[in-house]
Nanobody, 126 residues
Framework: QVRLAESGGGSVQAGGSLTLSCAASGNTYTANTMGWFRQAPAKEREGIAAIYRDDNSTYYADSVKGRFTISQDNAKNTVYLHMNSLKPDDTAMYYC???????????????????WGQGTQVTVSS
C-alpha cells in the first residue's frame, strides 16, 4: 500500500506560479512511477505529467509542456509539480498518483495507477 499526500495548492493570478508537492509513504519501493493529474468540474481527469523515478524520465501532456516541470526528491519520497505561466484553464483539482513502472502502459492515463492522493485545489484568476 502506498499513501500519497498532496500540498501546495492555492489561488494565483494568471501568469503566476505554484509548486505542488506529493509525499509518498508506505511501500514506496513499489511506486517508481508517479504522475500528476487534474480534473476540472464536469471534465474528465487529465494526466499532465509523470516521472519514472529510477532514471528520472519525464512525460508531459501537450497542454502543460514548456510551462510545468515534474521533479523528485528521492530522499524525501516526494515528487513536485512546478507550474509557471498559469492560465485560468489550469484551474482544477490536482491529484498525485503512483504505481509500479509498466512498460505496456502510457503513464499519463488514469488506468496506469492504483494509488491516488486526495487532491489539492488550484485556482487561477484572470
Amino acid at each position: 500500500q502506498v499513501r500519497l499526500a498532496e500540498s501546495g495548492g492555492g489561488s494565483v493570478q494568471a501568469g503566476g506560479s505554484l509548486t505542488l508537492s506529493c509525499a509518498a509513504s508506505g511501500n514506496t519501493y513499489t511506486a517508481n512511477t508517479m504522475g500528476w493529474f487534474r480534473q476540472a468540474p464536469a471534465k474528465e481527469r487529465e494526466g499532465i505529467a509523470a516521472i519514472y523515478r529510477d532514471d528520472n524520465s519525464t512525460y508531459y501532456a501537450d497542454s502543460v509542456k514548456g510551462r510545468f516541470t515534474i521533479s523528485q526528491d528521492n530522499a524525501k519520497n516526494t515528487v513536485y509539480l512546478h507550474m509557471n505561466s498559469l492560465k485560468p484553464d489550469d484551474t482544477a483539482m490536482y491529484y498525485c498518483a503512483a504505481d509500479r513502472f509498466d512498460p505496456m502502459r502510457w503513464p499519463l492515463t488514469t488506468a496506469y495507477y492504483n494509488f491516488w492522493g486526495q487532491g489539492t485545489q488550484v485556482t487561477v484568476s484572470s
